[in-house]
C-alpha cells in the first residue's frame, strides 16, 4: 500500500511543474521631507539631504584658515617646533603635513589639492568629512581649507656678527673643521674643553642656551679607555637688531606693562627691548628669554621707506633717544596719494623735515606670530607705523650713480671663517628644483651680508666689536679713481661738488680703525720674495712658510 | 482640522492625552494651557476629562479605547477609576485589564471597527478587546516594531504609520483595516507617530515642532480638512432615522 502511495506520488511529482521558490520582496516607501515637502526615502532625521545641509554644518568646529611656514632657501616646512619636512610642491607628504595641522578633524574620508599659482603663497586642500548627525543620519561634507605659506626668517646677520666676534677672539684657534649647514654651523673639536670654551665664549656674546650629548664611540677593553663622542647643541635667539617684536601678554605684565609692540635695539649677551612710543627700554637675560619666548613679528626685510613731512620733538629723551612726534608719508605714497600717518617715534635726535626712514608699516603688513594675533584679538591697537632707523638708501643711490665705481668699493673688508658648505640635501635631489632654491639661496645671504656690512658702516658701537681690516687693493683703487677724477675737466666738478654735501651724512669707517692684515702682509712680502729669487731657490719659500 | 500644542513644553502630545470619538482624556498638567486647548476645540461635542492613570500623567500611553469602550491597566487605583466612569456616558464600557504588558496605549492601537495588537498580548486580552471595544483584533507588527500604539496611529477614516514601513505592509496594513494608510513622520521628522499625534475622525493634536508638510500630510490622510463634526453627526443622525423609519 505505502509503496504504490509513494509511486503515484512520485509519478505526481514528474507530472508537475518545478516550484519556484517564493522571494520576499520589501521596498521602501517613501515619506516626505518634513521640511521642504520632497518625498525621499526615510532616514533617521526624516528630511531631505539638502535641508539637513542647510541646518547643520558638521564643519564648524574645524579651521579653515591656517599659516604654515616655509623656508625659502631649500624649501621645506616647518613642522613646530624643530622639525623641518622636506615636500614638493603639491606631494602626497605635503598633503600629509598639510592634514596634520588641521585641528578639529573628527572622520576624514577624502582628501586632495586644488590647483593654486606656485607663487600665490597659498595652498588650497579640499577635504571630505563624515559625521553623525541627529539621531544617527551619517552626512558627509567636503569642504575647502586654505593654507598661507609665509617665509620663515632666517636671521643670517646674527651669525655674520657672530663669525666676525669669533675671528676676533681667536675662539675658533682649536676648531678642526667648521661645517655650515641647514640653519646653523658646526664646529668640530678635538678636545671637549675646547669645545666648552667655545661654549663659554658664546654664552657671553650672544643670548644663547645649550644642551649636551654624549656618545660612545669606542672602547678598548685591554686598556679599559672609552671614546665618547661629544655633542653641544648652541641655540640662538631668534631675533636681530632692529626686529620688530610683540611681546606675549606674560612677558609684558612682568615688564611693567611695556607695550607689546617692542623693537630690539641691540643683541649682546642681554637682548636690549626699547618701546618707541614710551621710550622705556629693558635688558634681557638669555634665561629670561627662554622661560617665555617669543619670535619677530617682523624682521628687517620687511621694512618700508618713509618720507618725514614734521617731525615735533616731546621733550623726553633718554640718551641717545629723543621721543618725537613725526607726520609720515610712504616713499610709494609720496607724490600719488596724500596718505599720512601719525606716529611716535625714538629716533627724534637724528631725524630732519625731508629725511627719509625706514619703519615697519603696521597697517598694511601681514605680521606673523601667535603673540601678534592674540593682542590683536583682544582689541589692541598699535601705531600706523614704528620707525626703525634712518635711511641712507637714497644717498647711497645717488652716490652710486654719481661717483660710479668709487661708491662701492670699500676700503675695508671682513675676514670669514673657513666653511665647508653643506646643504644637507640628499644627493639624489639634482635637478631644476635644487639649481633654483640654490639660486634664490644665493641671492638671500647677499643681501643680508650687504645689510651687515652697511650696519658696521652705520654703527660705530657694533664697530668696536669687529675686528676691520684694510684691504690694500681697494684702497689703491679708490686712490686712481680720485686721481682720475682729480684729472677731469672743470667743467664737471660742480657736480662732484653739489654731491659732497650730500655725501657728508653718509656713514663711512674712518681708515684710523682699520687695522692691517698681518696675513696679507706676509703674502706680499712672500710674493716678492718669489719675484726676486729664482725658481731653483724654492727651499726658501718652504721655510717662509714654516714661519 | 490639526492642531499644534505642547504639554509643559513637550512635543509628544500622544502620551498625556487619549482621544476618541465620543470623549477625551486628558493628563493633570502644571499648566491649564494644554487643557484649555482641547477644550476649546472639543468640549462643544464630547466631554475633556482630567485624570491621572495610576498616579502618573502618562493618560495615552497606558490606556485605550474607542467609542464602545475603555480600557485601563491594572495599576490604575479605584479612585482614578470611579472618576472616570462618573465622566464618562453611559455607553462607554470602562474595564481595568490584567495584563503582563500594562502599558496598553503602547501595545494596542484600535478605531471604532478595527485594532491592532501586539503580537505577545494574552489571549484573554485579546478577547476582552474585541468584547469591550467591539473591534476586529489583529495581531500585527509595524514596520518590524511590536509596539504597534507606538508606531502607528490611525482612525475610521485613515492613518499614519512608522516612515520605515515597506511597500507591501503598507499594503497588507491598508487591506486589514480597511482605511488609506500613508508613511509619515511628525514632530519634525519624529518616527513615534503613536506619541506625537492623538486624533479622531474630525480633529488631530500634534506637537509644536510638526513642520507645515507634516501637517498637511496628516489633515489629507485622516480626512480632516472638510470633517466637521456636525457631518459626522448629521449623517448618523440621517441613517439612525433611516434605521428608524
Known amino acids: 500500500m505505502d509503496t504504490q502511495q509513494l509511486l503515484g506520488a512520485a509519478a505526481l511529482g514528474q507530472a508537475s511543474m518545478p516550484m519556484a521558490t517564493f522571494q520576499n520582496t520589501s521596498t521602501a516607501s517613501m515619506v516626505l521631507c518634513c521640511l521642504c515637502g520632497t518625498s525621499i526615502p526615510s532616514n533617521p532625521s526624516n528630511m531631505c539631504v539638502n535641508c539637513i545641509r542647510s541646518k547643520i554644518d558638521i564643519t564648524e568646529g574645524i579651521s579653515k584658515q591656517l599659516t604654515i611656514l616655509w623656508c625659502k632657501e631649500c624649501g621645506r616646512y616647518l613642522q613646530p617646533p624643530k622639525h623641518w619636512v622636506t615636500a614638493e610642491h603639491e606631494s602626497k607628504e605635503l598633503l600629509t603635513f598639510c592634514i596634520k595641522k588641521i585641528r578639529g578633524l573628527a572622520k576624514l574620508i577624502d582628501a586632495g589639492f586644488i590647483w593654486t599659482e606656485p607663487h600665490s603663497m597659498r595652498l588650497k586642500v579640499k577635504l571630505t568629512v563624515q559625521n553623525e548627525v541627529l539621531n544617527g543620519a551619517i552626512l558627509q561634507q567636503s569642504f575647502i581649507v586654505d593654507y598661507t605659506v609665509r617665509q620663515h626668517v632666517f636671521h643670517k646677520r646674527t651669525f655674520l656678527f657672530l663669525e666676525q666676534l669669533i675671528l676676533k677672539h681667536g675662539a675658533d684657534v682649536n676648531c678642526v673643521k667648521i661645517k655650515d649647514i641647514h640653519e646653523g654651523v658646526d664646529f668640530y673639536f678635538q678636545q671637549r674643553g675646547h669645545a666648552l670654551k667655545l661654549i663659554d665664549f658664546l654664552q657671553n656674546v650672544i643670548p644663547a642656551r645649550f644642551r649636551h650629548d654624549k656618545q660612545l664611540v669606542s672602547h678598548d677593553t685591554h686598556n679599559m679607555t672609552y671614546n665618547y663622542k661629544y655633542t653641544f647643541s648652541v641655540e640662538i635667539v631668534p631675533l636681530c637688531k632692529d626686529d620688530l617684536v610683540c611681546l606675549p601678554a606674560k612677558v609684558s605684565t612682568s615688564l611693567g606693562h611695556m607695550g607689546p609692540m617692542v623693537l630690539v635695539t641691540k643683541m649682546s649677551n642681554q637682548i636690549t627691548l626699547l618701546d618707541p612710543v614710551s621710550l622705556r627700554h629693558t635688558t634681557m637675560d638669555a634665561t629670561v628669554y627662554w622661560r617665555n619666548s617669543f619670535i619677530a613679528a617682523a624682521s628687517y626685510k620687511q621694512v618700508v621707506e618713509y618720507v618725514i613731512l614734521d617731525i615735533e620733538l616731546l621733550g623726553h629723551e633718554l640718551g641717545k633717544y629723543a621721543l618725537a612726534e613725526v607726520q609720515v608719508a610712504r616713499l610709494s605714497d609720496f607724490g600719488k596719494n596724500d596718505q599720512i600717518f601719525f606716529a611716535k617715534t625714538h629716533l627724534g635726535h637724528i631725524l630732519h623735515v625731508g629725511d627719509y626712514a625706514l619703519g615697519y608699516d603696521l597697517s598694511a603688513a601681514q605680521l606673523t606670530g601667535l603673540d601678534y594675533d592674540a593682542f590683536i584679538a583682544k582689541g589692541g591697537e598699535t601705531q600706523d607705523v614704528v620707525l626703525v632707523r634712518k635711511s641712507y638708501e637714497e644717498r647711497r643711490i645717488r652716490r652710486r650713480a654719481k661717483g660710479g665705481a668709487a661708491a662701492e668699493i670699500r676700503p675695508w673688508k671682513l675676514k670669514s671663517l673657513n666653511m665647508e658648505v653643506d646643504d644637507g640635501l640628499p644627493e639624489e635631489k639634482v635637478g631644476r628644483s635644487r639649481a633654483a632654491r640654490t639660486q634664490g639661496a644665493a641671492e638671500a645671504p647677499e643681501l643680508e651680508r650687504e645689510r651687515f656690512l652697511q650696519e658696521l658702516e652705520e654703527d660705530p658701537e657694533l664697530r668696536a666689536r669687529v675686528n676691520l681690516f684694510r684691504d690694500a687693493e681697494n684702497i689703491e683703487r679708490l686712490a686712481q679713481i680720485a686721481a682720475k677724477a682729480a684729472a677731469k675737466p672743470a667743467g664737471l666738478e660742480d657736480d662732484m661738488d653739489d654731491s659732497d654735501s650730500d655725501d657728508d651724512d653718509l656713514p663711512e669707517v674712518p681708515l684710523e680703525e682699520l687695522l692691517d692684515d698681518l696675513a696679507e702682509l706676509m703674502m706680499n712680502e712672500r710674493e716678492e720674495a718669489e719675484g726676486v729669487d729664482e725658481v731653483a731657490d724654492g727651499l726658501k719659500d718652504v721655510d717662509m712658510d714654516d714661519a | ?245
Open chain 2, 1 to 245: 482640522m490639526a492642531t499644534r500644542c505642547q504639554f509643559e513644553n513637550s512635543n509628544d502630545v500622544g502620551v498625556f492625552a487619549k482621544l476618541t470619538n465620543a470623549y477625551c482624556l486628558v493628563a493633570l498638567g502644571g499648566a491649564e494651557n494644554f487643557y484649555s486647548v482641547f477644550e476649546s476645540e472639543l468640549s462643544d461635542h464630547i466631554p475633556v476629562i482630567k485624570t491621572s492613570i495610576s498616579g502618573t500623567r502618562l493618560v495615552g500611553r497606558m490606556t485605550v479605547g474607542n467609542k464602545n469602550g475603555l480600557l485601563l491597566p491594572n495599576s490604575c487605583s479605584d479612585q482614578e477609576l470611579q472618576h472616570i466612569r462618573n465622566c464618562l456616558p453611559d455607553e462607554v464600557v470602562v474595564q481595568r485589564i490584567d495584563e503582563r504588558l500594562s502599558a496598553l496605549g503602547n501595545c494596542i492601537a484600535c478605531n471604532d471597527y478595527c485594532a491592532l495588537i501586539h503580537p505577545d498580548i494574552d489571549r484573554e486580552t485579546e478577547e476582552i478587546v474585541a468584547d469591550v471595544l467591539g473591534v476586529e483584533v489583529f495581531r500585527q507588527a509595524v514596520a518590524g516594531n511590536v509596539l504597534v500604539g507606538s508606531y502607528c496611529a490611525f482612525t475610521n477614516q485613515g492613518g499614519i504609520v512608522h516612515p520605515k514601513t515597506t511597500v507591501e505592509d503598507l499594503d497588507e496594513l491598508s487591506s486589514l483595516l480597511q482605511i488609506p494608510l500613508v508613511a509619515g513622520t511628525v514632530n519634525r521628522g519624529a518616527d513615534v507617530i503613536g506619541a506625537g499625534l492623538v486624533c479622531n475622525d474630525w480633529a488631530a493634536f500634534c506637537g509644536l515642532d510638526t513642520t507645515s508638510t507634516e501637517l498637511s500630510v496628516i489633515e489629507s490622510v485622516l480626512k480632516l480638512r472638510d470633517a466637521h463634526p456636525m457631518n459626522i453627526v448629521t449623517s448618523m443622525r440621517a441613517s439612525l432615522i433611516d434605521s428608524m423609519a
